[in-house]
C-alpha cells in the first residue's frame, strides 16, 4: 500500500482503489485469520476507508485466542481458583453445610457460554464495519488471489493486498498420538468432560502453567 505526505510532513495512506470499480470478489485488503491480530486489523483498514474481506476456517470467529486460547482457560481459571477457595471455606471462617463438588457439564457450558457471546460481538463488529467475511480454508494462488474452499463451494477472492494473521496451533510430537481420551493437547483438553486423577503436563509456558494451575486447583494431581 502506498502512501504520501501532507503539508505538516504526516504520511497520509492512498486513495482507496473502492473509487474505481470492481467486481464484487475484489478487494482493497484482504484478511486471512480473524483472531485478534486479523479482525483489529480488518476493522482498521475499514475505518480507513479500504474495501476489506476476511477469511476465517472456523465456523465462528476470534481464531485461537477467543475458542482454544486465551479466553477459556481465563475462564476456567476463575472457576478453578473460586473452587478451590470454597473447598477451603473452614479456613475463612466460612460455614459449608454438605460437600462440595464440580459439576464439570456447567463448568464446560459457561466456558462455551463466554465464547459464543464474545464471537457474537465480533461478527456484529464485522458486519457494523462493512467487512465481507468469508468461511473456508484460504490457499495463495497469486500474489493478488485467494482461493476459498469451504464444505459446499470454492470461491475465488482477489485483493490488491493480503494481511496473513493465521494464528497457531499447538505442536505435536512424532511418535505420540493425541487420542482425546489419556493424551491431549490444548485444544482437546478444552473439552474434557472429567477431571482426572492425574495429570503430566509436558511444557512450562504459559499455556502449560495455566493448565497446571487449573486441574491442581480442581483436584488432580499435576506433575
Not at 510532513?9 to 486513495?15: K, Q, R, V, W
Not at 465464547?115 to 465480533?122: D, E
Not at 493486498?161 to 497457531?168: F, Y
Not at 511444557?203 to 491442581?216: K, P, T, W
Request: some cysteine; glycine content about 8%.
Amino acid at each position: 500500500m502506498s502512501s504520501n505526505s501532507d503539508r505538516s510532513g504526516m504520511p497520509t495512506l492512498a486513495s482507496p482503489t473502492s473509487a474505481t470499480p470492481f467486481s464484487p470478489m475484489t478487494y482493497d485488503v484482504l484478511v486471512i485469520g480473524a483472531g485478534p491480530a486479523g479482525y483489529v486489523c480488518a476493522i482498521r483498514c475499514a475505518q480507513l476507508g479500504l474495501k476489506t474481506c476476511i477469511i476465517e476456517k472456523d465456523s465462528k470467529l476470534g481464531g485461537t485466542c477467543l475458542h482454544r486460547g486465551c479466553i477459556p482457560t481465563k475462564a476456567w481459571l476463575h472457576d478453578s481458583q473460586l473452587f478451590h477457595k470454597m473447598t477451603q471455606a473452614d479456613k475463612f471462617g466460612i460455614v459449608v453445610e454438605g460437600s462440595i463438588r464440580m459439576d464439570i457439564a456447567k463448568l464446560l457450558k459457561r466456558k462455551n457460554d463466554i465464547l459464543n457471546k464474545m464471537a457474537m460481538g465480533i461478527d456484529g463488529l464485522m458486519k457494523k464495519n462493512r467487512i465481507q467475511m468469508f468461511t473456508g480454508k484460504a490457499q495463495l494462488t497469486s500474489p493478488t488471489s485467494i482461493e476459498v474452499v469451504s464444505s459446499d463451494k470454492t470461491q475465488t477472492v482477489q485483493a490488491k493486498n493480503i494481511i496473513l494473521a493465521t494464528g497457531s496451533q499447538p505442536a505435536r510430537i512424532p511418535g505420540l498420538e493425541i487420542d482425546g481420551v489419556r493424551t491431549f493437547t490444548s485444544d482437546e483438553i478444552l473439552n474434557l468432560d472429567r477431571i482426572p486423577d492425574s495429570l503430566f503436563v509436558l511444557g512450562a509456558g504459559a499455556v502449560g502453567m495455566e493448565f497446571a494451575s487449573i486441574y491442581h486447583k480442581l483436584g488432580a494431581q499435576v506433575q
